[in-house]
């Protein structure tokens, strides 16, 4: 068994250049392969399609009802048109209040392919119902699971690993044991703060290791957690346990990794992982208890069959 000893020393400043390097890099979407208006193999696209009709002039994106359109017949979307005060952004006259039903009516009877088509979805819908779709499809991108900030990167697992490794300097490690310290040198002062994350690489996938301070209830908390890399499904195949202690006495805690679809926050709102009151915490870091020196190991491994596949515990099914 190899384990790796990680220091992880952050201060607020650290948090800071972190936050402000992640909103510096969050322009190049380069590796996001999202694409928009996918001309389906079942459609017929015409020189002029119909699903460009059905783009919003002003923001591009596809309308639903109610579709507007001015006194001239130029269309336009229901959130552009609270946006521009009366004025059709095409001819400039007055807009009015007109619903444009006949291309209401042709988007009804269209079919179109899930816009994540060529990340591999095969699936066609009715218009209408295609937005509902490509929220819960399972080829839709994933969001960059770095906490503590919201950064919009989105893309492939294998994009966000060089994503979190190069824009957000996140450490890197490969194997299923860890053994990694946190410390904070005046912890009694801080009541959310959110650590460094750590990415750990084995079974040929990706874990997040989340390690965050706040409130439960009234009390000071601290909690670690992991995060798979990967979808819900595959998530139960892994096991993970995390322990931590001093002075003879330990907490150890053991759970199936969640998804990073979750995000940290919505982990952490359902107590998914191990939590260590503060008191317990300054307990286990020794000495004067005015320093965090909190050392936590884990292990990551595979079930062969997971017992725990369609159990729905309360709290953590939100
Ligand atoms: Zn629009
Ligand atoms: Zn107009
Ligand atoms: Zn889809
Ligand atoms: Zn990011």
């Excluded at 400039?92 to 988007?107: N, S």
């Excluded at 317990?280 to 208890?289: E, N």
Aim: glycine letters at 6%; charged letters at 20%; proline letters at 5%.
């Amino acid at each position: 068994m190899d384990i790796d000893s990680i220091e992880c020393v952050i201060d607020n400043d650290e948090i800071h250049h972190h936050l402000n390097h992640q909103f510096s890099s969050t322009k190049s979407h380069g590796g996001a392969t999202v694409a928009t208006n996918i001309v389906g193999p079942t459609a017929i696209a015409p020189a002029t399609s119909v699903y460009e009709l059905l783009e919003c002039p002003v923001c591009t994106n596809s309308m639903y009802p109610p579709i507007h359109q001015c006194h001239n017949g130029h269309t336009l979307c229901s959130t552009c048109k609270a946006r521009v005060h009366n004025r059709c952004p095409t001819c400039r006259q007055e807009l009015g209040d007109i619903r444009c039903l006949a291309l209401e009516k042709v988007a009804e009877s269209l079919e179109l392919p899930c816009k994540y088509y060529n990340l591999g979805c095969p699936e066609i819908f009715p218009y209408y119902s295609k937005l509902k779709h490509e929220s819960l499809c399972n080829f839709r991108p994933y969001s960059c699971p770095y906490a503590g900030s919201e950064c919009a990167v989105v893309g492939d697992i294998t994009y966000l690993v060089a994503h979190l490794r190069d824009d957000h300097k996140v450490d890197m490690h490969t194997g299923c044991t860890f053994n990694h310290r946190y410390v904070k040198s005046n912890p009694r002062e801080v009541e959310n703060a959110t650590w460094m994350l750590t990415v750990f690489h084995c079974f040929g996938q990706y874990f997040c290791l989340h390690f965050e301070a706040f409130q439960l209830g009234m009390a000071p908390v601290y909690m670690a957690f992991l995060r798979f890399m990967g979808d819900e499904e595959d998530a139960r195949n892994y096991t993970y346990s995390l322990e931590v202690g001093g002075s003879g006495r330990k907490l150890t805690w053991e759970g199936t990794p969640r998804s990073v679809r979750d995000s940290h926050r919505k982990v952490r709102d359902s107590h998914d992982g191990l939590i260590i009151q503060r008191n317990m915490a300054l307990f286990f870091s020794g000495g004067d208890r005015k320093e965090l020196k909190l050392r936590v190991t884990g292990r990551i491994w595979k079930e062969q069959q997971n017992p725990d596949s369609g159990v729905c515990i309360p709290n953590m099914c939100v």
